[in-house]
T-cell receptor, first 113, second 116 residues
């Protein structure tokens, strides 16, 4: 019940295209869903996050879509750029000082010229 | 966003020696810090959660006597890999969370440990 399933495992998108990464969760107690971007040899960086009281959140070229009934959320990267090439992790947790992030398995995104 | 630093960024040591990794929250106080391990092309695996001034809580399968964690202050946590062996070679990442930035975790840049 603690799993967060992420797909696809890898993704190749042309420059200017839309990158879409999907995640699904089981634990209905989760109420915080962040996405992290990780470049090789670096730690993950918080990209964007959403709480279940909204269905969509947009920050620049990055948008999270959230479907509470389906227990799914996705990251959309508009106008994808070669500099977006990285590994993306979705995560989920429930509010509380003892809570821990549950990570997806990661998606390696490559944006080609 | 808040900044978390780690030191060293990479370390090479001989088998049987101990290695200490420091994690600092530079511009906020972290009541809770986390230590992760990441193998190549894999997700982050939580090793332990530490709260300032108390003993760390280790995840199942993580040896607490091998991976010593100290969270001595609100800005510093250390991970000591004792009697390191080649199988301990990995990318170790710390993360810090504070009540003031509710629900957000900020990660350090990671430490690459290579045990020869």
């Amino acid at each position: 019940q603690q799993q967060v399933k992420q797909s696809p495992q890898s993704l190749i998108v042309q420059k200017g295209g839309i990158s879409i990464i999907n995640c699904a969760y089981e634990n209905t107690a989760f109420d915080y869903f962040p996405w992290y971007q990780q470049f090789p040899g670096k730690g993950p960086a918080l990209l964007i996050a959403i709480r279940p009281d909204v269905s969509e959140k947009k920050e620049g070229r990055f948008t999270i879509s959230f479907n509470k009934s389906a227990k799914q959320f996705s990251l959309h990267i508009m106008d994808s750029q070669p500099g977006d090439s990285a590994t993306y992790f979705c995560a989920a947790k429930q509010t509380g000082t003892a809570s821990k992030l549950t990570f997806g398995t990661g998606t390696r995104l490559q944006v080609t010229l | 966003g808040a900044v978390v630093s780690q030191h060293p960024s990479r370390v090479i040591c001989k088998s049987g020696t101990s290695v200490k990794i420091e994690c600092r929250s530079l511009d906020f106080q972290a009541t809770t810090m986390f230590w992760y391990r990441q193998f190549p092309k894999q997700s982050l695996m939580l090793m332990a959660t530490s709260n300032e001034g108390s003993k760390a809580t280790y995840e199942q399968g993580v040896e607490k006597d091998k991976f010593l964690i100290n969270h001595a202050s609100l800005t510093l946590s250390t991970l000591t890999v004792t009697s390191a062996h080649p199988e301990d070679s990995s990318f170790y990442i710390c993360s810090a969370r504070t009540i003031g930035l509710a629900g957000k975790q900020f990660f350090g840049p990671g430490t690459r440990l290579t045990v020869l």
